[in-house]
């Protein structure tokens, strides 16, 4: 079984930084595409960040020049470092990634159980 774990979340003052970071465990053979979503209050979840695993990033608007998504493909790992926070960041961030567990196997998207962002003074 894979699963995803975040870390990183908490509490931050307007114009601070947090880094989010997501480990993938189990049994893994290869990650495809890696995301950042995000779920504001009585909100849809939407995709803030994604990488391909050839290292190609896209972002959603409201976060481009802020945010900045990374992995580490060796330690089968993804990274969202949130700079200039504001208070519409607030939000529970989710990792997701595709990952396949043997060659033979097609792609599974996983969630992590995400973690919570707070921007507030």
């Known amino acids: 079984q894979v699963q995803l774990a975040e870390s990183g979340g908490g509490l931050v003052q307007p114009g601070g930084s947090l880094r989010l970071s997501c480990a993938a465990s189990g049994r893994i053979f290869s990650i495809n595409n890696m995301r950042w979503y995000r779920q504001a209050p009585g909100k849809e979840r939407d995709q803030v960040a994604t990488i391909t695993s050839g290292g190609s990033t896209n972002y959603e608007d409201s976060v481009k020049g802020r945010f900045t998504i990374s992995r580490d493909s060796a330690k089968n790992t993804v990274s969202l470092q949130m700079n200039s926070l504001k208070p519409e960041d607030t939000a529970v961030y989710y990792c997701?990634?595709?990952?396949?567990?043997?060659?033979?196997?097609?792609?599974?998207?996983?969630w992590g159980q995400g973690t919570l962002v707070t921007v507030s003074s």
């Open positions: 997701n990634a595709d990952i396949k567990s043997w060659p033979s196997y097609g792609y599974l998207e996983v």
